[in-house]
């Protein structure tokens, strides 16, 4: 078996294999896998799982799609641009399949769940549809596929109890890993289509979160983000996300925690309380807000007030040393007015995120949203509408950033500049890319916590040098 990573590229811009396994090895031995991710982290997260799964099995990592035997398109469902960047792409890898005709072409993740019919309609030549639950019989699947057959393999069946407990992504070395702690989601916002895709809400079992944990500190990680679709609501048994993060707080090695995203009402006193006192749980969190209209935050079913969210961010501000925030917008939402979105526009302002992600409404089928609301806020509006709040908010990230200048941040090296090779780049706590000067030794590497003058910066990235 090959212990070389499977690819797993993201694009845009996030073991005991315990299951049935009725596959020939021989027949895979060695296939070439790639796999290309769209989407969230927790798709990320998913695509390293596929790649443990498979490698378990005997399938080896391909360099790049050309050499693959088996191409993963591994896909996300959320928003109508993430959807038709994925169509779009299909057809160009259909080159692939000529050049290659034993090529599998394969669709997993949460369009294969919710698209099944579309894609076999618009792209008949995909081989392969397989849900974010059926990862477990994945190598069974594939090697289903590459027998000569005409129809595609389908297996998107949800399993509420997968949590895919005892499998090992394979995670490319780095300074950061992704553990994910929670798969689904309950809340069933009216806008969203994840519940739909990813099925009810489950935890992963603690012993397991916290046998990845030291997994990937032994492997050199300092950095782990937990990952779940609303992370702080975890349960499992009588162990919630604050007892949790106490659980992988001593885990030597692990200097950061992070994780992504929490549920605005799901925060309790005593997990707030949890994550001030420990240096570990990085000051920075994204909370997502989607409106600050109290009736546009009713019909998208979010179960906070504007007031409810208002107090949360000030007790937080007030508990957690020099917190970051970033939020999730929506604007165009069916039935929201020019008062509304002002509404939300000044308590952006007011709030003050370090950044924010910023969508227009897209109708998702099967949400209440799609069923029983008129997506009646002109294109032309939604686009005006979210042009405006990017402004102000690339304002206030730079106004944020330049109040850092003067200062001196510890980083966390994570690697060159994606820019310039001489330069170095990691990340303050509160999660502030950081640029600065490699020095000429080449005395520091990935993985070393260093000490930043900021000298300047753009509206994201802080500038600086060494300190001392
Ligand atoms: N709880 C998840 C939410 C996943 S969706 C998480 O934060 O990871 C991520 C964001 O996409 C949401 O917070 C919302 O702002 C946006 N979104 C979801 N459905 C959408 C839709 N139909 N149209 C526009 N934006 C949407
Ligand atoms: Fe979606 Fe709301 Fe869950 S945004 S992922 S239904 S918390």
Known sequence: MSTQPLSSKIKDPHANNGGVNAMKPDDVDGKKVFIETYGCQMNLADSELMGGILAEEGFTAADSMEESDVILINTCAVRESAEDRVFGRLSHLLQHKHENPELVLGVTGCMAENLREKIVEKAPYVDLVVGPDAYRRLPELVADAMEENADPVIDVKLDQDEVYEGFSPKREDGVGAWVSVQRGCDKFCTFCIVPFTRGRERGVPPEEVVRQCKDIAERGFKKVTLLGQTVNSYEYEDTDFADLLEMIVPIDGIERIRFT????????????????????????????????????????RRQYTVEEYVDLVERMRERIDGLALSTDIIVGFPGETDEQFQQTKDLMEELRFDFAYMFKYSERSKTYAEREMEDDVPESVKKERLTSIIEMQEDISREICESRIGTTQEVLVEGPSKRDDSELSGRTDDFKTTVFPRPADDSIEAGDFVDVDITDCTSHTLLGELSG
């Open 261 to 300: 995203s929490p549920y605005p009402i799901d925060f309790t006193d005593k997990l707030i309380d949890t994550i001030a006192r420990h240096d570990e749980v990085c000051n920075y969190l994204h909370l997502p807000m989607q409106s600050a209209s109290n009736e546009v935050l009713e019909r998208m």
